[in-house]
């Protein structure tokens, strides 16, 4: 159907002049991407709660004969993970000055520290020192730290395919928004990570 | 055109008909033994009164809302011919008359709701009281069946009976539940609310009836494939009544008199229900299924699924997946003569 | 005369005051010009034909009529369901459906109608006309909307395979623990159940997603927050509903029944810490948000459509929106009355009890604004309103019973009986289906461009009104004379033979009204009266655009003076110009006040949603089998991820580029 608007129109004014890629809140896909945190972080925070409840069964935790969880390859990671803010933080700052070498350049490295904290997330796994199907003190811990690692996983992913994509193909600009999307993304990663390591790590020493 | 006489005739009857229908469904709707409506103890009364008083306060706002906006589409409908009226600026001196009726109304509902609000804690509260009590019963859930237990200090004593429960009126009785499988629920509308048994929980139920009598209690859970054939009969005996049940119930099946019944007997020893089934006094020791000590003297067969008669236990004990299909029962190929000495001996066990 | 585009705020500051666009003299456009942005406009937004067009398109009025028609043929089926339940229920002791076949066509029956029907439908209903009715040209993210329906779809077809291979769920809607864990529910049923909660959480999400971020960034200038139309309030509270209610479902049988089921955790195993009732309390934290996010949307639809008819502005904008909010909130405060008969402390139960009855006043405000503007409006009664009617007639009796219930002593006797199942009904038929049947035949015209028979609609909407009262009224009294859910037969002596045959022969009602709505649907689609763009007068934006509005929705987009944009402004339109037509472009503004803030290059057609949806589909059925399937679906899942990442930024335009304070054009 190409009949126009059936009411006559007037025009108050042009939009033309408006810029058309847009950095951090003003841009639909920082928006999306808040939107993404927003429901993972609330799952996150559901099964901490849920692993709080399941506490309630046990008289002590971890529960009797299971050993306390080890901290040495989590916590190496956590300070892996959080150094790795930094590239990803001068990636965005790059990507604002719409500078591509230097995007590039960060992108890089910030894939390469990154992809070691999936691996070691396999092993932080078996730090727990308890399998899931164990107990369902197992059954909390796997699912609270696995859940935030398949997140870590799609999340480096991300990155992986945006850095492979600005070293093997000519990007579009607006490329640079996405790039800020990305490291945006990744300190939330970051964060979330940290209740976490706490909650199952650091917990079970504490109370 | 006048209506003919025959026609009249045929509204009146036509009414009159419709209106017994709905007072027989009135009626029948407020009594039975397995329902709400009619309550056989102090706790369900009460609980009657805030329901009725909850019906009758909702039914006028009902009407109140239906009317009004019937009243409105009735009465401001547009009456012109034109297609399309234009549109109603509404002058600020109405505006401010609305503004204050619904504020009234909304105040109205908050008013309503608190009161509704006290009224049911006040019922709560009574009900959540946890009174003394002389009897406790363990009532434990499995798919499809009740296992009941009558629980006294000395544990010599305890009674262990399945698929029916015997209560005294006048006093309250704790009911322990507990499942053994899945989610089920205890309810008997009558006397009380229903009550869930969870398993790897203990929860308490207090019956508190003084109308004796026979009610009808059904599992409330989904509880899976045979969920709507898991219903007991809660018998309320009078005191007196109650306390010589108890000690008839809780002396040791006799020895049958006659032959065929001793019969029956060897066949349920020596045959696979003893493997299942248990009666007290008797070296049939089986957990699976429901204790037979007392199957003689039950109302029902199968969780109230059947009456209890000869034909029916009969059909049972050969085929129970034709009655309740997926039950944990197989079929026992027994027939003439030993089923029928099979049964006569279960109609010992009173 | 003034150049006007200096005239609109500079894009680089936050603007606060409120929305008004400074003084600029309107210039009318030429008709020939307009003619002639539209054909071009219309190659610019039109997805491709054919096969390929059809499973590429990302459309937003494409994607939403499938998701409408789709859940559409959900209520039949959930329908037809529910008429063999009724069948097997009418008479004591009937062999319609042995126990094993009515426990999956109950659970499919409320399976379908809560995931498949209720929350599909009213999504879409926002997906398809929230952007028209903020004035954009599509909705924020166009593939992510497709992949939404697709996932969607796959979940669809999951079930009704199973139910056809005598695999479908069995376990009930609510699947509790432990008779849908590994011990008593052996088998892949409750499997097919788990997963395909996760296919239509997907999809709700997405849309959400959605309709949140149109919402907040793509308003027509002038919009600001206290101007958006009471619909997309509702749809926008609804889709912040779904996103802190739905990932409890998800996780609750993806990540914990499917994996006690599959790997052997032990979340509700009590023998190893595990815990029953923590099934219920996750379950039911999403179930209750749930009921209202099926509802909310339903009220959304009855504002607009009281206004047009009774040609008045709504009394009590304000009150509606706060409701709608208030709604939404206290709906994640309610859920253990679903749990009144387990062993939670009083206590705790009585904070519910409170709860549950206070949420009724926000709902009442609503009611109460709609009779004043009925009231001091003038009527006339179509078959929308009519329908608008039998929402006062059904749903305030459902919302009583709801306070009642929300007494837990009351409770305790009627949990789990007819009277919850006349409850629900009551309120989902009445304040869900029957606006949404109104919602229908209010915006038939502008998706179809021809209006629905007012004669053989009135016949429905009575004869629902009617069939749905009739089916439901006397479940109360069953459940109050003792007879439980969810039970296949009962006995004669019950005496619950004669009500039981009333309902079934209600049922039978219900169902010839639904099949008047498919006839009057199908013939009005090919032969009704043309309706043209705005055949009711009414005052939204969507009415502002030809029936059925093109591909590209508005050739210009329209200002915003007020709340009722049409009826503020009359004729001639208010509109700016200036988004390009030989490329995908939409308008973005701001949050608050809907300022036109920067121009977006859209995306166009694409297979990656479908691919997507296929992997997905791979991975949560898959699963089901081995749990090796997730390893495969998430390698899948990256590829996918590759490919339309690749697609995304295939080309490379010069763009006008705004960061760190200025403006730069760059490729």
Same mark, same amino acid.
């Given at each position: 159907?190409?009949?126009?608007?059936?009411?006559?129109?007037?025009?108050?004014?042009?939009?033309?002049?408006?810029?058309?890629?847009?950095?951090?809140?003003?841009?639909?896909?920082?928006?999306?991407?808040?939107?993404?945190?927003?429901?993972?972080?609330?799952?996150?925070?559901?099964?901490?709660?849920?692993?709080?409840?399941?506490?309630?069964?046990?008289?002590?935790?971890?529960?009797?004969?299971?050993?306390?969880?080890?901290?040495?390859?989590?916590?190496?990671?956590?300070?892996?993970? #959080?150094?790795? #803010?930094?590239?990803?933080?001068?990636?965005?700052?790059?990507?604002?000055?719409?500078?591509?070498?230097?995007?590039?350049?960060?992108?890089?490295?910030?894939?390469?520290?990154?992809?070691?904290?999936?691996?070691?997330?396999?092993?932080?796994?078996?730090?727990?020192?308890?399998?899931?199907?164990?107990?369902?003190?197992?059954?909390?811990?796997?699912?609270?730290?696995?859940?935030?690692?398949?997140?870590?996983?799609?999340?480096?992913?991300?990155?992986?395919?945006?850095?492979?994509?600005?070293?093997?193909?000519?990007?579009?600009?607006?490329?640079?928004?996405?790039?800020?999307?990305?490291?945006?993304?990744?300190?939330?990663? #970051?964060?979330?990570?940290?209740?976490?390591?706490?909650?199952?790590?650091?917990?079970?020493?504490?109370? | 055109?006048?209506?003919?006489?025959?026609?009249?005739?045929?509204?009146?009857?036509?009414?009159?008909?419709?209106?017994?229908?709905?007072?027989?469904?009135?009626?029948?709707?407020?009594?039975?033994?397995?329902?709400?409506?009619?309550?056989?103890?102090?706790?369900?009364?009460?609980?009657?009164?805030?329901?009725?008083?909850?019906?009758?306060?909702?039914?006028?706002?009902?009407?109140?809302?239906?009317?009004?906006?019937?009243?409105?589409?009735?009465?401001?409908?547009?009456?012109?011919?034109?297609?399309?009226?234009?549109?109603?600026?509404?002058?600020?001196?109405?505006?401010?008359?609305?503004?204050?009726?619904?504020?009234?109304?909304?105040?109205?509902?908050?008013?309503?709701?608190?009161?509704?609000?006290?009224?049911?804690?006040?019922?709560?509260?009574?009900?959540?009281?946890? *009174?003394?009590?002389?009897?406790?019963?363990?009532?434990?859930?499995?798919?499809?069946?009740?296992?009941?237990?009558?629980?006294?200090?000395?544990?010599?004593?305890?009674?262990?009976?399945?698929?029916?429960?015997?209560?005294?009126?006048?006093?309250?009785?704790?009911?322990?539940?507990?499942?053994?499988?899945?989610?089920?629920?205890?309810?008997?509308?009558?006397?009380?609310?229903?009550?869930?048994?969870?398993?790897?929980?203990?929860?308490?139920?207090?019956?508190?009836?003084?109308?004796?009598?026979?009610?009808?209690?059904?599992?409330?859970?989904?509880?899976?494939?045979?969920?709507?054939?898991?219903?007991?009969?809660?018998?309320?005996?009078?005191?007196?009544?109650?306390?010589?049940?108890?000690?008839?119930?809780?002396?040791?099946?006799?020895?049958?008199?006659?032959?065929?019944?001793?019969?029956?007997?060897?066949?349920?020893?020596?045959?696979?229900?003893?493997?299942?089934?248990?009666?007290?006094?008797?070296?049939?020791?089986?957990?699976?299924?429901?204790?037979?000590?007392?199957?003689?003297?039950?109302?029902?067969?199968?969780?109230?699924?059947?009456?209890?008669?000869?034909?029916?236990?009969?059909?049972?004990?050969?085929?129970?997946?034709?009655?309740? *299909?997926?039950?944990?029962?197989?079929?026992?190929?027994?027939?003439?003569?030993?089923?029928?000495?099979?049964?006569?001996?279960?109609?010992?066990?009173? | 005369?003034?150049?006007?585009?200096?005239?609109?705020?500079?894009?680089?500051?936050?603007?606060?005051?409120?929305?008004?666009?400074?003084?600029?003299?309107?210039?009318?456009?030429?008709?020939?010009?307009?003619?002639?942005?539209?054909?071009?406009?219309?190659?610019?937004?039109?997805?491709?034909?054919?096969?390929?067009?059809?499973?590429?398109?990302?459309?937003?009025?494409?994607?939403?009529?499938?998701?409408?028609?789709?859940?559409?043929?959900?209520?039949?089926?959930?329908?037809?369901?529910?008429?063999?339940?009724?069948?097997?229920?009418?008479?004591?002791?009937?062999?319609?459906?042995?126990?094993?076949?009515?426990? &999956?066509?109950?659970?499919?029956?409320?399976?379908?109608?809560?995931?498949?029907?209720?929350?599909?439908?009213?999504?879409?209903?926002?997906?398809?006309?929230?952007?028209?009715?903020?004035?954009?040209?599509?909705?924020?993210?166009?593939?992510?909307?497709?992949?939404?329906?697709?996932?969607?779809?796959?979940?669809?077809?999951?079930?009704?395979?199973?139910?056809?291979?005598?695999?479908?769920?069995?376990?009930?809607?609510?699947?509790?623990?432990?008779?849908?864990?590994?011990?008593?529910? $052996?088998?892949?049923?409750?499997?097919?159940?788990?997963?395909?909660?996760?296919?239509?959480?997907?999809?709700?999400?997405?849309?959400?997603?959605?309709?949140? +971020?149109?919402?907040?960034?793509?308003?027509?200038?002038?919009?600001?927050?206290?101007?958006?139309?009471?619909?997309?309030?509702?749809?926008?509270?609804?889709?912040?509903?779904?996103?802190?209610?739905?990932?409890?479902?998800?996780?609750?049988?993806?990540? &914990?029944?499917?994996?006690?089921?599959?790997?052997?955790?032990?979340?509700?195993?009590?023998?190893?810490?595990?815990?029953?009732?923590?099934? &219920?309390?996750?379950?039911?934290?999403?179930?209750?948000?749930? +009921?209202?996010?099926?509802?909310?949307?339903?009220?959304?639809?009855?504002?607009?459509?009281?206004?047009?008819?009774?040609?008045?502005?709504?009394? %009590?904008?304000?009150?509606?929106?706060?409701?709608?909010?208030?709604?939404?909130?206290?709906?994640?405060?309610? @859920?253990?009355?679903?749990?009144?008969?387990?062993?939670?402390?009083?206590?705790?139960?009585?904070?519910?009890?409170?709860?549950?009855?206070?949420?009724?006043?926000?709902?009442?405000?609503?009611?109460?604004?709609?009779?004043?503007?009925?009231?001091?409006?003038?009527?006339?009664?179509?078959?929308?309103?009519?329908?608008?009617?039998?929402?006062?007639?059904?749903?305030?009796?459902? %919302?009583?019973?709801?306070?009642?219930?929300?007494?837990? !002593?009351?409770?305790?006797?009627?949990?789990?009986?007819?009277?919850? +199942?006349?409850?629900?009904?009551?309120?989902?038929? %009445?304040?869900?289906?029957?606006?949404?049947?109104?919602?229908?035949?209010?915006?038939?015209?502008?998706?179809?461009?021809?209006?629905?028979?007012?004669?053989?609609?009135? @016949?429905?909407?009575?004869?629902?009104?009617?069939?749905?009262?009739?089916?439901?009224?006397?479940?109360?009294?069953?459940?109050?004379?003792?007879? $439980?859910?969810?039970?296949?037969?009962?006995?004669?002596?019950? !005496?619950?033979?004669?009500?039981?045959?009333?309902?079934?022969?209600?049922?039978?009602?219900?169902?010839?009204?639904?099949?008047?709505?498919?006839?009057?649907?199908?013939?009005?689609?090919?032969?009704?009266?043309?309706?043209?763009?705005?055949?009711?007068?009414?005052?939204?934006?969507? @009415?502002?655009?030809?029936?059925?509005?093109?591909?590209?929705?508005?050739?210009?987009?329209?200002?915003?003076?007020?709340?009722?944009?049409?009826?503020?402004?009359?004729?001639?339109?208010?509109?700016?110009?200036?988004?390009?037509?030989?490329?995908?472009?939409?308008?973005?503004?701001?949050?608050?006040?809907?300022?036109?803030?920067?121009?977006?290059?859209?995306?166009?057609?694409?297979?990656?949603?479908?691919?997507?949806?296929?992997?997905?589909?791979?991975?949560?059925? !898959?699963?089901?089998?081995? $749990?090796?399937?997730?390893?495969?679906?998430?390698?899948?899942?990256?590829?996918?991820?590759?490919? @339309?990442?690749?697609?995304?930024?295939?080309?490379?335009?010069?763009?006008?580029?705004?960061?760190?304070?200025?403006?730069?054009?760059?490729?």
């Amino acid at each position: 159907m190409t009949t126009p608007s059936p009411t006559r129109q007037e025009s108050l004014g042009s939009v033309r002049d408006l810029p058309t890629v847009t950095f951090g809140h003003r841009s639909l896909m920082w928006w999306g991407t808040l939107g993404f945190m927003t429901i993972e972080g609330w799952s996150l925070a559901l099964i901490a709660a849920m692993y709080f409840y399941i506490r309630q069964n046990f008289l002590t935790w971890p529960p009797i004969t299971i050993p306390l969880p080890s901290v040495t390859i989590p916590t190496i990671n956590l300070v892996l993970m #959080v150094a790795s #803010v930094v590239p990803a933080w001068l990636a965005d700052r790059a990507a604002r000055r719409l500078d591509v070498g230097a995007v590039k350049l960060w992108l890089l490295i910030s894939t390469l520290m990154s992809l070691p904290i999936p691996i070691l997330r396999w092993y932080e796994l078996w730090s727990l020192n308890v399998r899931w199907d164990t107990n369902a003190y197992g059954s909390a811990a796997w699912l609270l730290v696995g859940s935030h690692a398949t997140l870590l996983i799609l999340d480096v992913a991300d990155t992986v395919g945006l850095t492979l994509f600005y070293w093997f193909k000519r990007m579009p600009i607006k490329a640079m928004s996405d790039t800020s999307d990305n490291s945006f993304y990744w300190y939330f990663m #970051v964060a979330i990570w940290l209740p976490v390591y706490l909650i199952v790590y650091v917990g079970p020493y504490v109370f | 055109m006048a209506r003919g006489p025959r026609c009249v005739e045929h509204a009146r009857r036509a009414s009159r008909r419709v209106a017994s229908g709905i007072l027989a469904v009135a009626v029948a709707g407020c009594a039975g033994s397995q329902n709400v409506l009619d309550p056989a103890g102090p706790p369900n009364r009460s609980v009657n009164h805030l329901f009725w008083a909850m019906l009758i306060v909702s039914s006028i706002i009902w009407v109140a809302v239906v009317v009004a906006a019937l009243w409105a589409l009735i009465s401001r409908r547009r009456r012109t011919r034109e297609d399309l009226e234009p549109v109603v600026i509404v002058p600020n001196e109405r505006h401010r008359r609305e503004v204050g009726i619904v504020t009234g109304l909304v105040g109205a509902t908050v008013v309503i709701l608190l009161l509704f609000l006290v009224y049911d804690f006040t019922v709560g509260r009574a009900l959540a009281e946890r *009174p003394s009590r002389t009897l406790t019963i363990e009532l434990i859930g499995h798919q499809w069946w009740w296992e009941v237990h009558y629980i006294d200090p000395d544990p010599s004593k305890l009674m262990v009976d399945a698929n029916e429960l015997h209560i005294p009126a006048g006093e309250p009785v704790q009911v322990k539940l507990s499942s053994q499988d899945v989610i089920h629920s205890f309810w008997v509308p009558n006397i009380i609310g229903k009550r869930d048994l969870i398993p790897g929980y203990t929860s308490s139920l207090f019956l508190d009836a003084d109308k004796p009598g026979v009610y009808h209690a059904q599992c409330a859970e989904f509880c899976g494939l045979e969920h709507a054939k898991m219903a007991l009969p809660v018998i309320v005996h009078s005191r007196a009544d109650f306390t010589a049940w108890l000690a008839e119930a809780r002396s040791p099946a006799a020895e049958p008199s006659d032959s065929s019944a001793a019969e029956g007997k060897k066949i349920f020893l020596a045959g696979t229900c003893s493997s299942c089934h248990a009666v007290t006094g008797v070296e049939a020791y089986g957990t699976i299924g429901p204790n037979l000590t007392h199957i003689g003297s039950r109302r029902t067969i199968a969780a109230g699924t059947l009456p209890n008669t000869r034909g029916n236990l009969g059909g049972w004990i050969v085929d129970p997946q034709s009655i309740k *299909p997926g039950a944990r029962m197989p079929s026992n190929q027994l027939a003439g003569k030993d089923l029928r000495n099979l049964i006569d001996y279960l109609e010992t066990l009173k | 005369m003034t150049n006007p585009a200096r005239r609109l705020p500079p894009n680089e500051s936050a603007v606060t005051e409120p929305a008004a666009l400074p003084d600029a003299t309107p210039v009318t456009l030429n008709e020939d010009v307009l003619i002639d942005d539209a054909r071009r406009l219309e190659m610019t937004w039109r997805d491709g034909g054919g096969l390929w067009g059809w499973l590429t398109t990302v459309d937003h009025k494409v994607i939403a009529r499938r998701y409408i028609i789709t859940a559409f043929l959900m209520f039949i089926a959930g329908g037809l369901e529910a008429g063999m339940m009724r069948m097997q229920l009418a008479r004591p002791e009937n062999t319609f459906l042995g126990p094993d076949r009515y426990n &999956q066509i109950f659970t499919t029956h409320g399976t379908t109608m809560m995931f498949l029907f209720a929350v599909p439908i009213m999504t879409a209903m926002g997906l398809y006309f929230v952007p028209l009715m903020v004035g954009a040209r599509s909705i924020a993210f166009p593939r992510l909307n497709a992949f939404g329906y697709y996932t969607y779809l796959m979940g669809v077809i999951f079930l009704y395979v199973s139910l056809f291979l005598n695999m479908a769920p069995d376990a009930g809607w609510t699947a509790y623990v432990p008779l849908s864990g590994p011990e008593y529910s $052996p088998g892949h049923r409750v499997d097919v159940w788990a997963q395909l909660v996760t296919f239509t959480e997907i999809a709700a999400l997405a849309a959400a997603v959605n309709i949140i +971020v149109t919402t907040f960034k793509m308003r027509a200038p002038g919009m600001s927050l206290n101007r958006i139309p009471l619909f997309v309030w509702a749809q926008l509270v609804v889709a912040f509903m779904i996103i802190f209610a739905m990932p409890a479902v998800a996780i609750a049988s993806t990540l &914990q029944l499917a994996s006690d089921r599959a790997i052997a955790t032990h979340w509700f195993n009590p023998a190893e810490g595990g815990d029953a009732l923590l099934w &219920q309390h996750i379950f039911w934290f999403f179930g209750h948000p749930e +009921v209202y996010i099926i509802f909310l949307p339903g009220l959304g639809f009855i504002t607009p459509i009281v206004e047009t008819f009774c040609r008045r502005r709504v009394f %009590g904008y304000t009150a509606i929106v706060l409701s709608n909010i208030t709604t939404g909130f206290f709906a994640f405060g309610l @859920w253990v009355h679903h749990m009144f008969a387990t062993p939670i402390p009083e206590l705790g139960q009585s904070l519910f009890t409170a709860a549950s009855m206070m949420i009724a006043i926000p709902t009442g405000v609503q009611i109460f604004c709609w009779l004043v503007t009925m009231f001091s409006g003038r009527p006339r009664l179509t078959t929308a309103m009519v329908l608008i009617l039998g929402f006062f007639i059904t749903f305030v009796n459902g %919302g009583l019973t709801g306070v009642m219930l929300a007494s837990v !002593g009351f409770d305790k006797q009627v949990h789990d009986t007819f009277f919850v +199942v006349a409850h629900l009904h009551y309120v989902l038929l %009445g304040g869900a289906v029957t606006p949404l049947f109104a919602a229908f035949y209010f915006w038939f015209p502008k998706v179809t461009g021809r209006l629905m028979n007012e004669t053989l609609g009135k @016949w429905q909407a009575w004869l629902f009104i009617i069939g749905v009262n009739l089916t439901f009224f006397p479940m109360h009294i069953l459940g109050l004379n003792g007879m $439980p859910r969810r039970i296949y037969t009962y006995l004669s002596q019950t !005496g619950w033979g004669p009500l039981n045959a009333l309902v079934s022969a209600g049922a039978v009602i219900i169902v010839v009204s639904v099949t008047l709505f498919i006839v009057n649907a199908a013939m009005s689609w090919r032969s009704g009266l043309l309706a043209g763009a705005n055949p009711w007068d009414s005052y939204g934006l969507e @009415w502002a655009t030809p029936s059925p509005a093109p591909s590209y929705n508005f050739l210009n987009t329209p200002v915003v003076l007020g709340r009722h944009p049409l009826w503020d402004t009359g004729s001639p339109l208010p509109v700016v110009t200036g988004l390009r037509t030989d490329r995908r472009e939409v308008l973005v503004t701001t949050t608050f006040d809907a300022q036109p803030d920067h121009r977006h290059k859209h995306p166009t057609a694409s297979i990656w949603p479908l691919i997507m949806a296929l992997v997905m589909a791979e991975l949560w059925i !898959g699963s089901i089998f081995t $749990p090796w399937a997730v390893l495969g679906g998430v390698g899948l899942t990256l590829l996918c991820m590759l490919g @339309w990442g690749w697609q995304s930024t295939a080309e490379t335009d010069v763009e006008r580029v705004a960061t760190e304070g200025r403006i730069v054009e760059a490729a």
